[in-house]
């Protein structure tokens, strides 16, 4: 098995060196908790497609732990893909700050974009694109070239896990130019409040797993079941870059 490579970053030295990024290609960046391991554990497809890009963030308390425990260092924090997407928002400006979004239903991508429009004034609104839920990639190919010229400078997609890290490299072609490719998971829901998302406590309390699994039961036992204990197996292909 492939090692794993998980960057560890300040939510801040993350967002300066995204807003900076000045090397003429977008850097990929996927958000990785313990499922997205687990299944790297399983799937080899998925695990390339991941070891390949360029950062892997620590999304989810367990590796946190095991990269305190590894480093012997505290201070490391958990970057969530919604805060982010926040934080990059709320520092865009009208002449650097072009957001696409690709994912979600069409009603919620207006949500969304109602949502930046009213809190995040000084981001502009490149597009957005909510692609067919069944079918392959076809969409990217078809969508490409209106890609292209949306002048992007920041590309946000949710599209649920695997789907959106095995797309993230072949969307990212489309946006030569942009300085971030990011798959965000549930972000989109959680700006427009489709799908609650955890208060600061309860993320404190490292209980955000349980508050997600009460809410979609069937949907994720098998995530914090059955791929914790892969997670277990793969945490000793993984290894920490400090920033």
Request: net charge positive.
């Amino acid at each position: 098995m492939r090692r794993i490579k998980i960057d560890l970053y300040s939510q801040n030295q993350l967002i300066d060196e995204i807003v900076t990024n000045m090397s003429g290609k977008p850097l990929l960046i996927h958000f990785i908790n313990t499922y997205s391991v687990g299944l790297m554990f399983r799937n080899t497809n998925y695990r390339n497609a991941l070891v390949d890009s360029s950062i892997l963030l620590a999304d989810g308390w367990p590796l946190i732990l095991l990269a305190k425990f590894r480093q012997r260092n505290k201070t490391f924090e958990q970057l969530r893909g919604v805060n982010v997407m926040r934080a990059i928002l709320a520092n865009s400006n009208f002449d650097k700050g072009n957001h696409y979004f690709i994912g979600s239903t069409e009603q919620n991508l207006i949500n969304l974009q109602n949502h930046v429009r009213a809190n995040y004034t000084q981001a502009n609104i490149a597009g957005a694109f909510s692609p067919p839920f069944t079918g392959g990639d076809e969409w990217i190919r078809q969508k490409c070239g209106d890609f292209k010229h949306s002048n992007s400078d920041f590309v946000w997609i949710s599209l649920g896990t695997p789907k959106q890290d095995m797309l993230l490299t072949q969307i990212a072609k489309c946006f030569p130019n942009a300085k971030s490719v990011l798959a965000v998971g549930a972000a989109f829901d959680f700006l427009t409040q489709s799908r609650r998302e955890a208060n600061r406590a309860i993320i404190a309390l490292k209980l955000e797993w349980l508050f997600r699994l009460l809410q979609e039961p069937r949907r994720l036992w098998k995530r914090y079941t059955i791929f914790g204990i892969y997670f277990l197996f793969a945490s000793r292909f993984i290894d920490f870059k400090n920033h």
